[in-house]
């Protein structure tokens, strides 16, 4: 049985067509990750036309968005990459928010076998979500670009293999 299998270091994003759907809202936060996410995509031979980069209100409408992509805006896509930030407040809704999109972005990606890159930071505290924004602790928007990368390659492998 063949073996599918794109090591990151080896990050080709040459030919595929990649979507990147950011919440404005937390855009201290949103705003670098959507930087890493792109550095990684042209860093990985990625053409700055097959890049589309779309904003969307907020966490909650990331799912709609990603969907609108496939429907409307770049069917052809190979990956989307999905971006925000919740932050815990005094109530509860973070965990129905984050559950609620990560079910759908999950939901979406096996129904289209189209990777979906979860890039949602979830977090407590806003020095928490900038310490994965490009702080200490990285860039969550780059680690997702590049996990769209690899997903869409590994698919498209899996697509072309021939099959004895």
Same mark, same amino acid.
């Given at each position: $049985? @063949?073996?599918?299998?794109?090591?990151?270091?080896?990050?080709?994003?040459?030919? /595929?067509?990649?979507?990147?759907? +950011?919440?404005?809202? #937390?855009?201290?936060?949103?705003?670098?990750?959507?930087?890493?996410? +792109?550095?990684?995509? /042209?860093? %990985?031979?990625? /053409?700055?036309?097959?890049?589309?980069?779309? +904003?969307? @209100?907020?966490?909650?409408?990331?799912?709609?968005?990603?969907?609108?992509v496939r429907e409307h805006v770049h069917p052809g896509v190979d990956a989307i990459?999905?971006?925000?930030?919740?932050?815990?407040?005094?109530?509860? #809704?973070?965990?129905?928010?984050?559950?609620?999109?990560?079910?759908?972005?999950?939901?979406?990606?096996?129904? #289209?076998?189209?990777?979906?890159?979860?890039?949602?930071?979830?977090?407590?505290?806003?020095?928490?979500? %900038?310490?994965?924004?490009?702080?200490? !602790?990285?860039?969550?928007?780059?680690?997702?670009m590049a996990a769209a990368i690899t997903q869409a390659n590994l698919i498209r492998? $899996? !697509?072309?293999?021939?099959?004895?």
């Amino acid at each position: $049985m @063949p073996e599918y299998r794109q090591e990151s270091a080896d990050l080709d994003a040459t030919n /595929l067509r990649v979507a990147v759907v +950011t919440s404005s809202y #937390h855009g201290d936060v949103t705003g670098p990750l959507l930087s890493g996410a +792109t550095e990684t995509f /042209l860093q %990985a031979g990625g /053409l700055p036309d097959n890049l589309v980069c779309l +904003t969307c @209100p907020g966490a909650w409408e990331l799912a709609v968005s990603v969907a609108a992509v496939r429907e409307h805006v770049h069917p052809g896509v190979d990956a989307i990459v999905a971006l925000g930030c919740v932050i815990r407040g005094e109530t509860t #809704h973070d965990r129905w928010i984050n559950q609620a999109v990560c079910q759908s972005l999950a939901a979406f990606s096996v129904q #289209h076998v189209i990777p979906v890159s979860l890039g949602l930071l979830t977090c407590d505290t806003a020095a928490q979500a %900038a310490a994965r924004a490009g702080g200490a !602790r990285g860039n969550k928007g780059a680690e997702a670009m590049a996990a769209a990368i690899t997903q869409a390659n590994l698919i498209r492998a $899996m !697509r072309t293999a021939v099959t004895p």
